[in-house]
């Protein structure tokens, strides 16, 4: 079982940079891909990033691969993602969301996900 808690949303200016973070925590998770989802109200889930817990390895959605920075911390047992140049078209409801496997834009093959924090750009 793996328990994902994401923090750090918040309202920021458009052109401003934001963190924020996602607690993982449950036994095996090393063996995971975790990810960033957001979703829009009455709008589809979007993939956002994804990062390989053991490796390392990350995978970016077009719309943010220059950026968005996915980082996990294996010491505090946590995934980030760092946004900047944030647009309007950013505010969104962030999830986290775990696997077991590899990286996967899917939200079909993500069976653990976080409550979600709220990400609001104003322009």
């Known amino acids: 079982q793996v328990q994902l808690v994401e923090s750090g949303g918040k309202l920021v200016q458009a052109g401003d940079s934001l963190t924020i973070s996602c607690a993982v925590s449950g036994h095996s998770f090393p063996s995971h891909t975790v990810a960033w989802f957001r979703q829009v109200q009455g709008k589809e889930r979007e993939f956002v990033a994804n990062?390989?817990?053991?490796?390392?390895?990350?995978y970016y959605a077009d719309s943010v691969r220059d950026r968005f920075t996915i980082s996990r911390d294996t010491t505090l047992n946590t995934v980030t993602l760092h946004m900047s140049s944030l647009t309007v078209e950013d505010t969104a409801v962030y999830s986290c969301?775990?696997?077991?496997?590899?990286?996967?834009?899917?939200?079909?093959?993500?069976?653990?996900w976080g409550p979600g924090t709220q990400v609001t750009v104003s322009s």
């Open positions: 969301a775990a696997r077991q496997g590899s990286l996967q834009t899917s939200t079909k093959y993500y069976r653990y």
């Open positions: 990062i390989v817990w053991r490796s390392g390895s990350t």
